[in-house]
């Protein structure tokens, strides 16, 4: 009685054992995963940051509009006078041995040739441009996230598989078991029952590592608070639906790409700095006063002084109309690749829907190979019961039957990520 209490006690602590890491397990859906990766991926969080860096490119780039104000400020002491003045044979007057000077000054471009103009208007291309790239950035976040989740499905999937298999093997092994007991087959067949089962085992604990694995990434990657996590997503051996609903024409997507939109803001960013580039062999204009103090002469001197300045370029043309002919053609090149750039998104976006309507056969295909290798290795199993048939036809009738299974969750899988890819490649 005492030895009976003391295994149900040793049962109980070690299911209390196990079941305390499954409690903690935190279960997401994929909706779950995509959203936490949005708060928590540091592409997100870079790609954020970067969007905050131009805006505040933009808030730079503005304030030149307004008047540069300045201050400063000038004292000395010499041990002469810096102006030495001969007056008349042995007379001489020292002036300037002491004095300070100072003011404050305000400056305010009237004309640039548009550099101001121009370089806030960089400055808005700029931040578009980031917050296109910000776009993409969460769109790869969102294709990572699904393959890692589909990764820990397919992983599980396959050690359900797995655990059938071990059970149907253990039914076998039984059954050979109790025939070589019976005379009626050699141990032969046991062996290759063992064998198989030492195989199955061994491949059970690589794919339990590698779903740790993925599991732990995933967390990683979506940033939860410990890799103790699992994805709430069984499959039921069913087909997904047609693709079909899903087809757009790709002249209609191309306007909803990011990436259409880079291309663009590239060619406005190039010819923006083009004209950036003519206007600094433009004269400027700038209008300037302020309020001035000097004590140079034992004296206050307060006064106000105020003017215009106008400065032209006479030499910088030289090197300045070289510089004009590269931005020149730098637009050109950006002009050139949006035309080539485009031409390849809509060539990606039908290989995209090919990928897709591949990967929507593929499972098509699996589903039928798993109902002719369950088929198969029921008649198998019945032939060998009949002993019209080897053990290694039906062991290898129940590989083909794990294969056919595998070969499912992985299609299935495939055809997921596909699927996001495509709308990503259509701009969705």
């Not at 109980?12 to 779950?32: I, K, N």
């Not at 990436?259 to 700095?273: D, M």
């Not at 009949?386 to 053990?391: L, Q, R, S, V």
Request: aromatic content about 8%.
């Amino acid at each position: 009685m005492m030895k009976h209490t003391s295994k149900c006690f040793m049962m109980a602590l070690a299911w209390g054992c196990m079941a305390a890491p499954l409690a903690a397990q935190q279960v997401y859906t994929l909706d779950e995963c995509l959203e936490m990766a949005m708060q928590n991926n540091v592409r997100i969080k870079n790609a954020d940051n970067d969007v905050a860096a131009a805006l505040q490119q933009q808030k730079s780039a503005f304030t030149g509009y307004f008047p540069v104000v300045s201050a400063s400020g000038l004292g000395f002491m010499a041990d002469k006078g810096l102006l030495q003045l001969e007056m008349a044979p042995g007379t001489e007057l020292s002036l300037l041995k002491n004095g300070v000077a100072g003011g404050v000054t305000a400056s305010l471009p009237l004309f640039t040739g548009g550099q101001i103009v121009y370089g806030n208007q960089l400055a808005k291309v700029n931040v578009d441009a980031s917050r296109l790239h910000r776009r993409l950035s969460a769109d790869e976040v969102r294709l990572t996230v699904e393959r890692y989740f589909w990764q820990v499905v397919m992983l599980k999937e396959k050690l359900r598989t797995i655990s059938s298999v071990q059970e149907q093997l253990r039914q076998i092994y039984q059954d050979v078991e109790t025939a070589v007991e019976a005379g009626v087959t050699n141990r032969n067949d046991l062996l290759q029952v063992g064998l198989r089962k030492n195989e199955i085992r061994s491949n059970g604990i690589s794919v339990e590592n590698a779903l740790q694995v993925s599991r732990s990434l995933l967390a990683q990657y979506i940033g939860a608070t410990t890799d103790s996590i699992d994805v709430d997503l069984h499959m039921d051996d069913g087909l997904p639906a047609l693709p079909d609903t899903l087809y757009q024409l790709p002249e209609n997507s191309l306007a909803q790409l990011a990436e259409y939109h880079l291309l663009e803001k590239n060619v406005e960013a190039s010819r923006l700095q083009y004209k950036v580039s003519v206007g600094k062999n433009l004269p400027t204009v700038a209008v300037g006063g302020g309020y001035l103090y000097d004590n140079l002469m034992d004296k206050d001197h307060p006064f106000w002084v105020g003017g215009v300045t106008v400065s032209i370029p006479l030499t910088k043309w030289w090197g300045g109309s070289h510089d004009m002919k590269r931005q020149k053609l730098q637009m050109r090149n950006a002009e050139n690749q949006l035309k080539d750039q485009s031409e390849l998104l809509l060539v990606r976006m039908q290989n995209t829907w090919y990928a897709l309507t591949d990967a929507h056969k593929q499972v098509k295909i699996a589903i039928e190979s798993i109902g002719q290798a369950t088929e198969n290795l029921r008649l198998q199993t019945d032939y060998y019961h009949a002993g019209t048939c080897t053990m290694s036809d039906l062991l290898e009738a129940q590989a083909l039957y794990q294969q056919s299974r595998d070969k499912y969750v992985e299609s299935y899988a495939q055809y997921e990520i596909k699927k996001r890819e495509y709308l990503q490649a259509t701009g969705r």
